[in-house]
């Protein structure tokens, strides 16, 4: 179980691959974006050259002021995607944008050479037992997408043996064919191991269409389900439940489907709450389904006995504001971790009364026995159930930590791990087992590739099970990774990672890359970038700056870059940023930034405070058009946001949007040169964002050297293409632009 979910907001996802099944997909992408094969109108555009005038868009102004403060929008217009003149407008953009890249394209080519040279494109994961078959992914020479599979266990030990025969569950290849974008979700076999019901979105829009999958003859039946988002099965496979979403992608209805086609789909719970999110889960003992509640900073938690689908839903905490909790079951005893003494929770446990008499009274919460007590230096972020030991996901020191308990005796044991600077994980989706004698675990680091662990709980060893292939003589010891701390206007301390080429660092300032999120909680780890090496191996620094907003060191540190707080985001980025000229990494004319969906706010931000501080700057999705698009409360996520950001309905919470809200803080002057990214079909960050911020910048901006550049996929949505390969292209994309600013074209990368 999970505090957060990571899929929430403006979000940017970790893979472009599609979704993981059972945690299996190898991480071998990056954030990409696509550029779509559209074709733009032919128009006089520019090049690298800068010879000709980039598009200006028309002026046609609104008057969105609130609150007294006249506020005057000329590109507002710029949302209506089925007006002929938009559509021209954003193919122009795309038509420049291609004429710029052009002198380019060699590079391009190059640096996609390099990232594909690095994969090993036939590869399988490693495989995850449940009940009695073994789990997998494969991904093939020259195919896009991942081939989902399974081999029956051998023997009463039910042991895997790779020569066992195959089933193909699902070759997301053959769902893609004759398609611009394939995306895949909720898969899950039904616990008779006879059906998986899996979801598919053609556009990006983050619309799933739910099937059942008949696994004996490999058809699909005849139902289907829209707007789906998350998915359980009862445990005798008879029913499926299944959530879906609104209009405004709020998924707020929870149902009932039964195979067997005896009754209608029948609504099972509404949550009608605009700031609340439904998902659904199950206990690690397979006992219980749990259907979750979530704001933004409170949760809900209702149980249903697998073995009884057709009973009530049993509330076990009443939602209150800022009350946060995730549940597990064992041997009759519930699992609680709590945030009712501190936001970096607690780990209680108490007895599951009958579920007639739930829900919980607060004095059932002031008895329960406290496990692990809160503390303000480390927060419990998850946690896995074993039968006979449990496993606690704790963020300590700006690291993700591992610590295993005998349930027995209840002492911790710590997983132990060289690098100082690390991210291990663990969850449900690695661990199918709950009788198991082992934890599955993900290990990596900015020189260490993505590594898949086994952790004996009675050894206490760890069994490195697969470490991701890094084709082309990969060596870690040629790179150093190391941790400073920059000091916050505020006083606060910031950590900073860093990872470069030992051989290439040099005395002084060198071109670096700083990345930064800093929203939602979530946490920008360091991890390995398998295309990341490009720019290392030609001597460039890249540096992840862990600002306020994000949860890297734990939940205050989230609550402290939120709301009325927000602006220490961006202060903590610029904090970072002169920490790294100051300590001799770079300079501002070889410092280049980049940030995705929250992560492009980030970027417009602190470009509109420093625009001095910064060579160039990469914004994937980016969220620059607040105000207008905290008061559309008909658009995905404003309403369940306004706990987030604010809502802009309220005076004062509209001030402390109004002082940062990128869009509407352009100001005439000299900018960095500045590459935009969206997807035309983005739900979550719509792409008038990013046309808007461009259209507005091209009338402002004082420095034509510096180009500024708006790039659409017009197939895609928040993600990005769907396709591995084309993402690594489009990765390749944006670095020729990065290495164009660092003067880098004719670098070569050096060779071990």
Known sequence: MKIASKFAGRSLPASLSPALFAGLLMAQATLTMAQGPEAAK???????????????????????????????????WLREKQQPEVMAYLNAESAYTAAWFQPLAGLQERLYQEILGRIQQKDEAVPVREGGWWYSSRTLEGAQYPVFIRRAAQGSERRFDPAAAEQVLLDVNELAKGKKFMNLSSLMVSPDGQRLAYSTDETGARDFELKIRDLGTGQDLGWRAQKVASVQWSADGRYLFYITSNEAKRRDRLWRHALDGSTPDVLIYEDKDPLYNLDLSSTADGRFLSLISRSKDASEVRLLPSRQPLSPWALLLPRKPGQEYAVEHREGQLYLLSNDRGPNFRLVRLPLPDLKRLPLKPQHLAAAKELIAHRDEAMLEGLTMFKTHLALQVREQGSVKLRVYDHARFKPQEIPFEQAVYTATSNRGLNREYDSGSLRLSYQSMTTPVSVYDYEFASRKLHLLKRQAVQGGYEPARYETRRIWAQAADGTQVPVSLVWAKQLRRTGPQPLLLQGYGSYGNSSDPRFSLPGLSLLDRGVIIAVAHVRGGGDLGRRWYLEGKLAKKMNTFTDF???????????????????????????????????????????????????????????????????????????????????????????????????????????????????EAAKYVAKLRTLKSNADAPLLFDINMTAGHGGASGRFDGMKERAKVYSFMLQQWGLTEARPSKP
């Open 574 to 688: 610029i904090a970072a940023s002169e920490a790294l000229v100051a300590q001799g990494f770079t300079e501002p004319s070889q410092l280049i930034i980049t940030g995705g969906s929250a992560g492009g706010l980030l970027m417009g931000a602190v470009t509109n405070l420093r625009p001095d501080l910064f060579k160039a700057v990469v914004a994937e999705v980016p969220f620059v058009d607040v105000i207008n698009t905290m008061l559309d409360e008909s658009l995905p996520l404003t309403t369940e946001e306004f706990i987030e950001w604010g809502n802009p309905k309220i005076a004062e919470q509209y001030r402390w949007m109004r002082a940062y809200s990128p869009y509407d803080n352009l100001k005439p002057g000299a900018y960095p040169a500045i590459l935009a990214r969206t997807g035309l079909n983005d739900s979550q960050v719509p792409y008038w």
């Open 42 to 76: 032919p128009i006089p555009v520019a090049s690298a050259s800068g010879q000709a005038q980039p598009p200006m868009a028309e002026r046609r102004p609104k008057d969105v002021s609130i609150h007294g403060d006249t506020r005057i929008d000329d590109f507002f």
